[in-house]
């Protein structure tokens, strides 16, 4: 089992930044890629971002609506996955919620980007920006 937990959430102004950070625990962390996903009242959990594990090529994942304004990073030494939100928009308001699964080689680019092919969650973390 892992465990995965986030912080960093907050509420905060339209064009402004926020870095969530997400600890890894339990499992080996540079076997795992990891994700971003986010979830608005009402709606829907969605791809925000994923990365790829260094063996398996090191690719980076963005939805179109973050793409350019969101940078997700990994440090396999201190087992934690990183999301950059820069110029943050308040249709960006949601719980945010890292996720991790056993990387392997060949997958697709839709198995990145999905949430059911995630394998551990962590608890979520609340993003809140206002206009």
């Known amino acids: 089992q892992a465990q995965l937990v986030e912080s960093g959430g907050g509420l905060v102004q339209a064009g402004d930044s926020l870095r969530l950070s997400c600890a890894v625990s339990?499992?080996?962390?540079?076997?795992?890629?990891m994700g971003w996903f986010r979830q608005a009242p009402g709606k829907e959990r969605e791809f925000v971002a994923a990365?790829?594990?260094?063996?398996?090529?090191?690719?980076?994942y963005y939805a179109d609506s973050v793409r350019g304004r969101f940078t997700i990073s990994r440090d396999n030494a201190r087992k934690t996955v990183l999301l950059q939100m820069n110029s943050l928009k308040p249709e960006d308001t949601a719980v945010y919620y890292c996720?991790?699964?056993?990387?392997?080689?060949?997958?697709?680019?839709?198995?990145?980007?999905?949430?059911?092919?995630?394998?551990?969650w962590g608890q979520g973390t609340q993003v809140t920006v206002s206009s």
């Open positions: 996720a991790a699964k056993l990387d392997r080689p060949y997958l697709s680019r839709t198995a990145y980007k999905t949430d059911a092919s995630y394998d551990y």
């Open positions: 990365i790829k594990t260094t063996w398996t090529g090191g690719e980076i």
């Open positions: 339990g499992r080996s962390f540079s076997d795992q890629a």
